[in-house]
């Protein structure tokens, strides 16, 4: 009898070392995981970016122009190329300046014989299609390097500046330019110099445009202060008296 005790007294202690351990154990595990839990991390949203994605960005390659350039070879004759300057002859810059554009844009050389036979054609398609020889604002002059020659890379460019200008040259593109002619102050011009007035830009330099002025044998390469040829930028408005009120225009060959 005395051994049953015993041994159930074994059982029942054995049973409730067994249930304070798992206890206890239970215990321990809640307090390790307490202790490795990450912290809390605190989420900072992030500031929204000032930044028009929709402006678009210009690289220095494209508001840099070069401090000079020339577009090279191109070719000159003046607007009275054999010294004849009859009434045909003193009105032609806007044939001239033409006529100078389309030899440099094909690759050829210009005699003084060969322009004077371009103006004289150049003039009979003007008599032929707007019924005579005229003064031509800078969207005429498109029109006729299209209607005689056949161009079509060209554009109209209005209320235009200096830097304009010298954008369309650093890219080998000619220009041709409406000015009121005795604003340029050209001493070389008969006096007192024509009222209107085309030239074709070929360079610059500094603060100086480079020019073929057909109004003058001593055109070639000729220069202007960049201020008086802003000034002086004028297309054909129809009125002489006042050639100044002319928009600022030019016209751009590609």
């Given amino acids: 009898m005395k051994k049953k005790w ?4 074994l059982i029942v202690s054995f049973c409730l070392t067994l249930t304070v351990g798992y206890f206890f154990g239970q215990k321990q595990n809640i307090k390790i995981q307490n202790s490795t839990s990450p912290s809390p991390t605190l ?24 401090d000079s350039f020339l577009i090279a070879n191109f070719p000159f004759q003046s607007q009275a190329p054999l010294a004849n300057w009859d009434e045909l002859h003193d009105e032609a810059c806007e044939e001239a300046s033409l006529i100078l554009v389309n030899y440099f844009l094909n690759n050829q050389s210009l005699s ?15 008599i032929k ?46 220009v041709i330019v409406p000015t009121a002619g005795r604003l340029l102050g050209n001493p070389y ?16 330099d500094e603060n ?3 020019v073929q002025d057909v109004g003058t044998r001593r055109g070639d390469h000729y220069r202007y202060s960049e201020q008086v040829f802003l000034n002086a ?10 050639i100044q009120t002319g928009p600022k225009n030019m016209l751009v060959f590609e």
Avoid: C
Avoid at 6 to 9: D, G, K, N, P, V
């Fill in 6 to 9: 015993y041994l159930l007294i």
């Fill in 43 to 66: 989420v900072f949203s992030p500031t929204p970016s000032t930044t028009n994605k929709s402006s678009p960005t210009t690289s220095a390659s494209e508001t840099t122009l070069p």
């Fill in 112 to 126: 003084a014989e060969t322009m004077n036979e371009e103006i004289l054609k150049m003039v009979d398609w003007e």
């Fill in 129 to 174: 299609n707007w019924g005579g020889h005229k003064d031509l604002t800078i969207a005429e002059t498109a029109q006729m390097a299209e209607g005689f020659y056949g161009l079509k890379n060209y554009q109209i460019k209005k209320n235009i500046t200096i830097s304009d200008i010298k954008k369309e040259i650093s890219q080998n593109h000619p």
């Fill in 189 to 204: 011009f008969r006096s007192p110099g024509p009222v209107y007035h085309m030239v074709v830009v070929i360079g610059y």
């Fill in 208 to 210: 100086t445009i480079i």
């Fill in 233 to 242: 930028i004028h297309d054909w408005n129809g009125d002489p008296d006042n």
